[in-house]
């Protein structure tokens, strides 16, 4: 079964540091994998997905991740973290369905504080 | 471009009292709509999902409900609501031509009092 899990509840980085909050995922098949963000009191806003497609996926906001298999890991960085890249961030695995549906199974979430 | 909506943004209601909550998508057609809960310190959890008008899935018991009136409409409803029932709700979709992704609306602060 498919299943995501983030090391570290809470990160914490000053201001122009760099960012990596760590996801791990289980699945059976070739996963699909997002990361999404959440600001306070706002929806989730998609920042980066693996299709397969290639290795290193650019996100937006200067945030990119890379797909290890071996590592079945699915690590979220950015180079240099800002003020507003403070919120939480979330990591998911699709689970597909024969009927042309699919299922997010997302991670519990990475809180991340940016200090001046 | 497709845009989702939910009202209201936030709602303060009585333990016992009713519920419904709104949720549309616009500039697409036939999508999966779903709705999520996110209580403090809980995460996201899934509630409802659909494939289409009428098409319902629960995916845990409670005294939530789901209905699809209409392609692009998802309502949550709820007769009597419980202290338990406070949270965020998102309401989210995914374009069936699309990618696996879904997208997210805005939400809504549900406090029960």
């Known amino acids: 079964a498919q299943s995501v899990t983030q090391l570290g509840s809470h990160v914490s980085v000053s201001e122009g540091a760099l960012v990596l909050l760590r996801c791990n995922y289980s699945?059976?098949?070739?996963?699909?994998l997002f990361w999404y963000v959440q600001y306070p009191n706002q929806g989730l806003q998609l920042l980066l997905k693996?299709?397969?497609?290639?290795?290193l996926v650019k996100g937006i906001n200067g945030f990119e991740a890379e797909f290890k298999k071996s590592e079945t890991s699915f690590h979220l960085t950015k180079p240099s973290a800002h003020m507003s890249d403070a919120a939480e961030y979330f990591c998911?695995?699709?689970?597909?369905?024969?009927?042309?549906?699919?299922?997010?199974?997302f991670g519990a979430g990475t809180r991340l504080a940016v200090h001046p | 471009s497709q845009t989702i909506h939910q009202w209201p943004a936030t709602l303060v209601q009585p333990v016992g009292s009713p519920l419904s909550l709104e949720c549309t998508v616009e500039?697409?057609?036939?999508?999966?709509l779903y709705w999520y809960r996110q209580a403090a310190g809980r995460g996201l959890q899934l509630l409802f999902y659909?494939?289409?008008?009428?098409?319902i899935s629960s995916e845990v018991p409670q005294n939530l409900s789901a209905s699809r009136p209409q392609d692009r409409q998802f309502i949550l409803s709820s007769k009597k609501l419980l202290l338990s029932d406070s949270g965020f709700y998102l309401c989210?979709?995914?374009?069936?031509?699309?990618?696996?992704?879904?997208?997210f609306g805005p939400g809504t602060r549900l406090t029960v009092t």
């Open positions: 989210a979709w995914r374009g069936r031509l699309q990618g696996n992704e879904q997208y």
């Open positions: 699945s059976s098949v070739p996963p699909y």
């Open positions: 693996y299709t397969s497609a290639a290795t």
């Open positions: 998911a695995v699709t689970l597909l369905f024969s009927g042309g549906y699919n299922k997010l199974i």
């Open positions: 500039g697409t057609s036939n999508p999966n």
């Open positions: 659909s494939v289409g008008i009428g098409q």
